[in-house]
């Protein structure tokens, strides 16, 4: 394997015909109330995608989550994080590809939608070349994290768990940590969009010194919360960092996080919004947050953006553990 500097150049010839990767990849959460930027769970809802070596074109076969919305050409964002790793190690002529994807992960929902694109399209791309070029594990961290902007989307879809994540002078380092079984997310998805640009907006420049020495508190206390004493959970959700001043752009999303904070649920808002997720412990806590948020959901005025009463899905998901995970195979069909 080589770490992303090779000076090689090498032809699509290097991928034969008929090679084919399928690669299943988590949707994630980060932030989670007070690790802004730094904290992320991978949760077990995944996209599923194949990349077969073609004699010739570019083919698309897009079904699920915004499958009529996405490109079918080299701007598609799959293609984009291919051609980025292929380049790290001197390939730079797009070889002719058929592209098959199932997408569950929901668009600007905040459950990682774009980082988990970037890690299907940079992990299939490094597994289609032969072992000896292939990139390092470390090598893929920064190239995901490069196109994402930050680490903590990507790094819970590669690794899976809870990771933590910090960038230095030397790039970006993950640290995923096992998360205590216990626990058993539960997310509500709305049917509106919040562009992740639109919420880092709405985030100021500064805070008071107060506010992020009491985040830096809870974020500490989260970590070990998640991984061995889930009891604090609640304390160690507490954000003051972004959640209160993004919640002009999702206010459906911030009044379901305070009923459910009212009722003593860790409820946060999952990434950038406007997903809400609840980190619940055992089956009956499950089930009562479910009923919360569908009596939210039944009971709350119509929606501030267009009037109309807001649908939730309310999904119980479990932290995955495993990451990313891609399988090869050598003569699939390629014509």
Avoid at 97 to 114: C, D, F, K
Avoid at 246 to 255: E, G, I, L
Avoid at 267 to 294: D, L
Wanted: aromatic share 6%; charged share 20%; proline share 7%.
């Amino acid at each position: 394997m080589i770490d992303g500097s090779n000076e090689a150049q090498y032809t699509p010839d290097i991928i034969p015909v008929g090679t084919s990767v399928t690669v299943h990849v988590p949707a994630s959460s980060a932030n989670l109330g007070p690790g802004y930027d730094s904290l992320g769970v991978s949760l077990a809802y995944f996209d599923e995608l194949t990349i077969t070596r073609i004699e010739e074109g570019l083919e698309f076969e897009l079904s699920g989550e915004g499958a009529e919305e996405v490109p079918q050409d080299a701007s598609h964002l799959v293609v984009k994080a291919m051609q980025t790793a292929w380049k790290a190690i001197g390939l730079f002529e797009l070889p002719t590809l058929r592209i098959t994807a199932h997408n569950r992960i929901p668009h600007s929902r905040g459950m990682g939608s774009s980082a988990s694109a970037i890690v299907a399209g940079v992990v299939a791309a490094n597994a289609l070349l032969p072992e000896e070029v292939r990139l390092s594990e470390d090598a893929v961290l920064q190239i995901c994290s490069g196109m994402e902007g930050h680490p903590d989307n990507v790094a819970p879809s590669l690794y899976g768990n809870l990771v933590i994540s910090y960038g230095d002078n030397e790039g970006w380092h993950s640290l995923p940590v096992a998360v205590h079984p216990d626990i058993k997310p539960v997310v509500a998805i709305p049917d509106y969009e919040v562009p992740t640009k639109v919420a880092r907006g709405l985030i100021p420049e500064t805070v008071p010194h107060r506010d992020a020495a009491a985040n830096s508190g809870r974020a500490a206390l989260l970590s070990q919360a998640l991984s061995s004493h889930p009891e604090y959970l609640f304390a160690a959700t507490q954000d003051l960092l972004h959640q209160s001043y993004r919640a002009t752009a999702m206010k459906p999303s911030a009044s379901l996080v305070a009923v459910l904070r009212g009722h003593g649920y860790p409820a946060v808002i999952s990434g950038a919004g406007p997903t809400v997720m609840v980190f619940t412990r055992g089956q009956e806590e499950r089930e009562n947050v479910i009923s919360t948020i569908e009596h939210f959901s039944q009971t709350s005025p119509a929606s501030i953006f267009d009037q109309r009463k807001l649908v939730w899905r309310v999904l119980p998901v479990e932290i995955d553990t495993k990451g990313v995970i891609v399988t090869r195979e050598e003569n699939a069909s390629a014509k």
